[in-house]
């Protein structure tokens, strides 16, 4: 693998130089793969949300640099659009940002802006569409006739069209309900396993983090915590849960269960993993204890 993004001593302060001057992300460096997932987490005002704006140009840092394939991306500032294509961002509630009269406008939106036309323009569209689930006979359709869960998926399908090497989610199920969110996220998933981008996901679910992310970044009072496999950083509950946040809640049970003398293996992030756990146990001694 090689780096597709990296962060040098990156800090950003709002309101500087005023009385409310204060620093959102602090000194933060760090490396990110080519064709990884990383999950980032971390407390309401951790500094999770500004740092993932400073990585597509969208807020100019205070200190450090930004580099895409090893260059920075402010060393032209004219050309910081051509950043926002390669590295495109999907904001919480993305479907308020829907506009055109239909959806298939919207998502043509984003690549017809990168210089797409007829054919080639077409085929990404309806490529994106398909991603994320959209049927073609909803792409004539008005963009507010959609269902909540289906204009956050057109929303998404216009930054996928633009097909970035980078692509950040921040909360992209939030506010979904438990179907709608299984099927958005699953989507993400399907399109990362396809496209084989590198894919940043911002989420206060840390199931959905567990499912996903090769490694996860952890945000804490605007300092980078941690940066570590899943498994590690899952392993650390007790440290999590001083910043305020939780292991999965399957993992959690699978330690309570090992407390009380069960033999399953630690790090144990999914249901689907606790269930072929516990079934063999079941199998192999017809009880637990």
């Given amino acids: 693998m090689s780096h597709i993004l990296e962060l040098r ?3 950003f302060i709002y309101g500087k130089g005023t009385p409310f001057e204060k620093k959102a992300v602090d000194d ?12 980032i987490i971390g407390h309401t005002g951790s500094g999770k949300s500004t740092l993932v704006q400073m990585l597509n140009g969208l807020i100019t840092p205070s200190e450090g ?4 394939d090893g260059k920075d991306i402010w060393s032209e500032p ?63 359709k008005s963009p507010f006739d959609l269902s909540g869960g289906e204009k956050r998926r057109a929303a998404i399908a216009g930054v996928i069209a633009m097909e970035p090497e980078v692509l950040i989610l921040d909360e992209p199920t939030a506010g979904l309900d438990p179907m709608g969110r299984e099927i958005l996220f699953s989507q993400i998933v399907n399109y990362h396993k396809e496209k084989g981008n590198t894919v940043l996901l911002v989420s206060h679910s840390m199931e959905d983090i567990a499912r996903v992310a090769d490694r996860i970044l952890v945000m804490n009072h605007s300092h980078l915590a941690m940066l570590d496999t899943t498994k590690a950083i899952f392993a650390r509950g007790d440290e999590l849960e001083t910043m305020g946040l939780k292991v999965p809640q ?4 699978m330690q309570v269960l090992k407390a009380k003398g069960v033999d399953v293996p630690d790090g144990i992030l999914t249901v689907d993993e606790a269930l072929e756990v516990l079934s063999s146990l079941l199998k192999k001694e017809g009880k637990l204890w």
Avoid: H
């Fill in 9 to 11: 001593n990156l800090s």
């Fill in 28 to 39: 933060v460096s760090l490396t990110i793969e080519k064709g990884e997932f990383i999950g």
């Fill in 65 to 68: 640099q930004v580099l895409l």
């Fill in 78 to 140: 004219k050309k910081i659009r051509d950043i926002r294509f390669r590295v495109g961002m999907v904001f919480q509630y993305p479907e308020y940002q829907l506009f055109e009269e239909t959806v298939y406008k919207d998502i043509a939106f984003g690549p017809q802006n990168r210089g797409l036309t007829g054919d080639e323009l077409d085929k990404a569209v309806r490529k994106a569409a398909e991603f994320t689930g959209l049927r073609p006979d909803m792409l004539d």
């Fill in 250 to 253: 399957i993992t959690k049970i």
